[in-house]
């Protein structure tokens, strides 16, 4: 049986290494970076809700809210953001990530539900040098809510580390996975083709 899916995707952050641009409005052809990941999850999930946290715009379609105070960082926009899911798994993502393809999505799935034991609370990506994306997983939405409720700390890390997920390496896409960067914008740019990520 396959568990229902929503997702929080993380937007509202202040881009300071992109000089304080609208990063997730940022475009890779043609496509915000924001819809490429709202895109993904929709391609590989048609029935998730999506919610947002961050500005509210056109387009992708989504759930938006805003973290109180708004840029108080990840874990305050994670909570919020959890407070709408309903599913039992959540993706948790970040807004600049235009390689995100709906198999990415379902490689952590997978993952998730072939942890250790079935005792396995969530799955993230690591990139070729062992580190954890954290903005890059899915997760066991009570799992998720439990440790929030014991947290008062402002690491991502720290807060969902201890949930011990399963560590899926980063295959089938470019090294540079994320957009931190003006330079990183142009690599994505340059090596998008088209299938990276679903329609939004």
Same mark, same amino acid.
């Given at each position: 049986?396959?568990?229902n ?8 952050g202040?881009?300071t290494r ?15 970076l924001?819809?490429h990941v ?6 590989h999930?048609p029935?998730?809700?999506v ?5 509210e715009?056109?387009s ?7 973290? !109180?105070?708004?840029?108080a960082?990840?874990v305050?926009?994670l909570?919020t ?14 807004a !600049?990530?235009?390689?995100l ?6 490689d ?7 942890g ?13 040098t062992?580190?954890?994306?954290? +903005?890059t997983g899915v997760?066991d939405?009570?799992?998720l809510?439990?440790?929030l ?9 720290? +807060? ?11 295959t089938?896409?470019p ?9 990183a +914008?142009?690599?994505?740019?340059a090596?998008?083709?088209?299938? !990276?990520?679903?329609?939004s």
């Amino acid at each position: 049986m396959t568990e229902n899916l929503d997702a929080v995707v993380l937007a509202g952050g202040a881009a300071t290494r992109m000089g304080g641009a609208d990063k997730p409005g940022l475009t890779v052809a043609g496509r915000t970076l924001l819809e490429h990941v709202v895109g993904a999850v929709r391609a590989h999930a048609p029935h998730a809700d999506v919610v947002v946290v961050g500005p509210e715009r056109d387009s992708p379609r989504a759930r938006y809210v805003r973290e !109180d105070p708004p840029g108080a960082g990840p874990v305050p926009a994670l909570r919020t953001g959890l407070a709408l899911v309903r599913a039992e798994r959540v993706a948790l993502l970040a807004a !600049d990530l235009p390689h995100l393809a709906p198999s990415h999505l379902a490689d952590l799935r997978a993952a998730l539900r072939g942890g250790e034991a079935g005792e396995a609370h969530g799955a993230v990506f690591v990139d070729a040098t062992g580190r954890e994306q954290w +903005l890059t997983g899915v997760w066991d939405t009570a799992a998720l809510r439990a440790a929030l409720d014991d947290y008062t700390g402002r690491s991502l890390h720290r +807060l969902l580390g201890p949930l011990d997920p399963a560590r899926v390496p980063l295959t089938g896409a470019p090294e540079e996975f994320d957009v931190d960067t003006p330079e990183a +914008l142009d690599r994505a740019r340059a090596a998008w083709t088209p299938g !990276d990520s679903g329609r939004s």
